[in-house]
């Protein structure tokens, strides 16, 4: 009867959380982490990014994500395997290299390939490729766009098909939860790769909210429409909603309200599979340490205890 029971009971196939290896050391975390009942799903926040995987050409070490593999097969849980490309946490071989086209191609090939054959079977999801727009729904400059255009993103998409045919494949960004010029850039991105013939199975929305800025449940729903309208289905991926620390008991209670919100517009869009926090306790949040100030962001307090987003997620699912 926690998070996760509630969203299967809704239809949905998960609801998660991202972990980190350094943080496994802390076995009351893993506890509640490993609980399926909360958390059917989990996602490495760091371990399977291309700095960790590959940190020089064709080198690769698969350790650090074969320890998250591991812990969601040993508890039941599903996996969302994060990412292949994508210009941060990128070596500087790769990003500094100089590669021509063609080398550039064949690299990012080989990364794809290597690291999907490696967990083949185990990745429920694949973020093939990571935040490659701007704010304004243009492309993101990186040394992918720079080298090989915009086809760098269905020539990805190709090459992951091929690698793990069973794994969906999923574009994944930020500020595409709201209707606007990066949501649209983003629809530009899966019309793309079905116009080379490609296969994107979903859009990663990550969902990295602001308490009080998140608007209505309808107008969130309305947005994921405007992705599953094009063939693919959706998730929330890296969802936390924060605030500025310390967080006020009215700002709590309005982050409960939000996350809500999120969660009932998953439930009314049948696409939506599942919904994941970026980490489900406010001490190994990322938020605190880029947003000096703001944070708080996460159901649980960095106590371990439970903070009232959590009770209006579970009611938001509903009880089947
Ligand atoms: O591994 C080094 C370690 O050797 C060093 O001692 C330490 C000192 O700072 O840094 C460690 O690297 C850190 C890494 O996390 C692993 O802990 C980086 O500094 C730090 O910047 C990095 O932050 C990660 C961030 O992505 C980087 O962009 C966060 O943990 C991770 O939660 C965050 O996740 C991203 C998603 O992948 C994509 N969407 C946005 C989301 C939040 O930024």
Known sequence: NGLSARAKAAGK????????NPELSDSAYVNILSNSEDFGQITPGNSMKWDSVEPSRDNFNFAGGDVVANLAAQNGQLLRCHTLVWH??????????NFDNATLISIMENHITQTMTHFKGKCLHWDVVNEALNEDGTYRDSVFYRTIGEAYIPIAFKVAAAADPDA????????IEHAGAKATGAQRIVKLIQSYGGRIDGVGLQGHLIVGSVGSSAALAGNLNDFTSLGVEVAYTELDIRTTTPASSSA????????????????????????????WTDKYSWIPSVFPGEGAALP???NYQKKPAYNAILNAWGNG
């Open 252 to 279: 709590l209670q309005q982050q409960a309200t939000d996350y809500a919100s999120v969660v009932s517009a998953c439930k009314t869009v049948p696409e939506c599979v599942g919904i994941t926090i970026w980490d």
């Open 168 to 175: 969906k494949l999923y574009y994944n960004d930020y500020n």
């Open 300 to 302: 649980w307090d960095e």
């Open 13 to 20: 196939l998960y609801f998660g959380s991202a972990t980190d």
């Open 88 to 97: 941060s946490q990128l070596p500087s071989w790769v990003s500094d290299g």
